[in-house]
């Protein structure tokens, strides 16, 4: 009876185990450079690690972006970290539609094609971060959706 109850109990420790190992929040990480939107979440994830995926780290301050512009390659991904105290949204010019980007448009969020536009197309919280990976040379304005005042320039070589 002794070795049944011992098997049953390990059997439930086990399931609960897994469980709580599979239902933990885990950033996700490019895994073949096709993706251009990687969702990074600053009080997740170290901020070394969004460094090492992003070749550009772009902060929002209670000043707007900086650095601007930047200039980056063809491929490149630019991680945009929130380090205010409210909430940002870096989008592609023009506001509000955001289509200066080769086929971004902010419609576009909430379809199955918002992975590959230059939009977030979700509020990026203080401590986090949004990245995307830029496939179209040229200079790309951006703003941050929320207060469009503030702005920037990235080009892509």
């Known amino acids: 009876m002794s070795r049944n109850v011992s098997i049953t109990l390990l059997v439930i420790i086990l399931i609960v185990g897994g469980y709580f190992l599979l239902t933990g929040e885990k950033a996700i990480a490019p895994s073949d450079g096709v993706s251009n939107t990687m969702p990074v979440s600053g009080s997740d994830v170290p901020e070394a690690v969004v460094e090492k995926v992003a070749d550009v780290v772009i902060t929002y301050s209670a000043s707007g972006y900086s650095p601007t512009p930047v200039t980056i390659k063809v491929g490149d ?10 909430d940002m949204r870096p989008a592609s010019a023009m506001h509000p539609t955001h289509t200066v980007y080769p086929g971004s448009d902010i419609q576009k969020c909430g379809t199955a094609e918002e992975k590959g536009i230059f939009d977030s197309c979700r509020d990026i919280k203080p401590l986090d971060s949004w990245s995307f990976t830029f496939t179209e040379k040229g200079s790309w304005n951006y703003h941050d959706h929320l207060t469009s005042k503030y702005f920037g320039k ?3 070589e």
């Open 154 to 156: 990235i080009i892509v």
């Open 77 to 86: 991904t630019v991680a945009f970290k929130n380090e205010s105290a409210i």
